[in-house]
Nanobody, 123 residues
Framework: QVQLVESGGGSVQAGGSLSLSCAAP????????MGWFRQAPGKEREGVAA???????YYADSVKGRFTISKDSAKNTLYLRMHSLAPEDTAMYYC?????????????????WGKGSLVTVSS
């Protein structure tokens, strides 16, 4: 069973920044497609960003230029750095991992999921 553990969520005012981390003990982050998804109250889950094993980055249009996905292979950890946050970014954010090294269909979901970390942005 793949374990993904998110941390770093919290509350921030609009315009502020937050960073999320995803630890993956026993699962090699650098060898797989990894991503972040979010689900706001009353809305469907949506893909935020993904990173494949070859360094290709993917972003939802709504976060381009504001969010950055990255990984630290030595720490086996995935990150999401969020800037210029807005109230519409408020959601539960989930780390996800795919069994593939590529991310062609990342927006549709992945194989493994963390329990989520709440991000709240106030106006």
């Amino acid at each position: 069973q793949v374990q993904l553990v998110e941390s770093g969520g919290g509350s921030v005012q609009a315009g502020g920044s937050l960073s999320l981390s995803c630890a993956a003990p026993g699962y090699i982050v650098s060898n797989h497609c990894m991503g972040w998804f979010r689900q706001a109250p009353g809305k469907e889950r949506e893909g935020v960003a993904a990173l494949d094993a070859y360094g290709t980055l993917y972003y939802a249009d709504s976060v381009k230029g504001r969010f950055t996905i990255s990984k630290d292979s030595a720490k086996n950890t995935l990150y999401l750095r969020m800037h210029s946050l807005a109230p519409e970014d408020t959601a539960m954010y989930y780390c996800a991992a795919d069994g593939s090294s590529w991310c062609p269909g990342w927006i549709n979901g992945m194989d493994y999921w963390g329990k989520g970390s709440l991000v709240t942005v106030s106006s």
